[in-house]
């Protein structure tokens, strides 16, 4: 069983388009994010959502909307598509330990997004 | 600016030969995690390091958090091929407020590991 599931693995699409990105984690986790990787293999944060509420919400254009319907879903949404755009999109989810302590993200196998 | 400076950016090896791999800060980090990435996947965890100090094995790769918690190296023994992929370390800064569920990546490095 695949523990955090992006679709779809790719995308082209033109310049101008609305196209969404979906994940889902089954491992129980409550909190989850996204992240673009840029040609430079650079992780950056985009958003992420704790038990359904939006935590984090860095510089991003307000293209970009992140819903989470329920804790194991993450969708991103992107309107107006641009240039700049094309990356890979990372969605990721974490929970703390028994201890209380966070200890680092489980991945999924990325979106190529890629805009002509 | 870049929070997490990692060195060296690409590193192409023999086969059986030591590197080390270093992570560097200015700030200080609740915790810090070492991940690999190989192409098409994401990021898969290694390791997290929580103490100051605190050294940690698995199996050929050992992994340092600094006495300040500022900075990490990650060391590999005798690499082998299937080490090749890109390595990122990623910090949870310390008194980061609601924010404390957020990583902050370095840029990689590239392992190139050659037979």
């Known amino acids: 069983d695949t523990a955090v599931s992006q679709t779809p693995k790719y995308l082209v699409t033109q310049m101008g388009n609305d196209k969404s990105i979906k994940c889902e984690q089954n491992?129980?986790?409550?909190?989850m994010y996204w992240y673009k990787q840029d040609s430079k293999k650079f992780l950056k944060i985009m958003f992420s959502y704790n038990n359904k509420e939006l935590i984090i919400n860095e510089t991003v254009p307000n293209r970009f909307s992140p819903k989470s319907p329920d804790k194991a879903h993450l969708n991103l949404h992107i309107n107006s598509l641009e240039l700049g755009d094309s990356a890979v999109y990372f969605c990721a989810s974490s929970s703390l330990a028994g201890t209380g302590r966070f200890y680092g993200y489980t991945f999924g196998s990325g979106t190529r997004l890629t805009v002509v | 600016t870049q929070l997490l400076e990692q060195s060296p950016q690409f590193l192409s090896i023999q086969e059986g030969e030591n590197l080390t791999v270093y992570c560097n800060s200015s700030?200080?980090?609740?915790?810090l995690q070492w991940y690999r990435q190989e192409p098409g996947e994401g990021p898969v965890l290694l390791v997290t390091v929580v103490t100051g100090g605190e050294v940690k094995k698995l199996k050929r790769l050992t992994f340092q958090f600094g006495d300040a918690r500022k900075d990490s190296s990650l060391h590999i023994t005798a690499a082998q091929p299937g080490d090749t992929g890109l390595y990122l370390c990623?910090?949870?800064?310390?008194?980061?407020?609601?924010?404390?569920?957020?990583?902050?990546f370095g840029k990689g490095t590239l392992l190139t590991v050659n037979p």
């Open positions: 491992l129980g986790h409550d909190t």
């Open positions: 990623a910090g949870n800064l310390k008194n980061s407020g609601g924010s404390n569920y957020k990583l902050t």
């Open positions: 700030s200080v980090f609740s915790s």
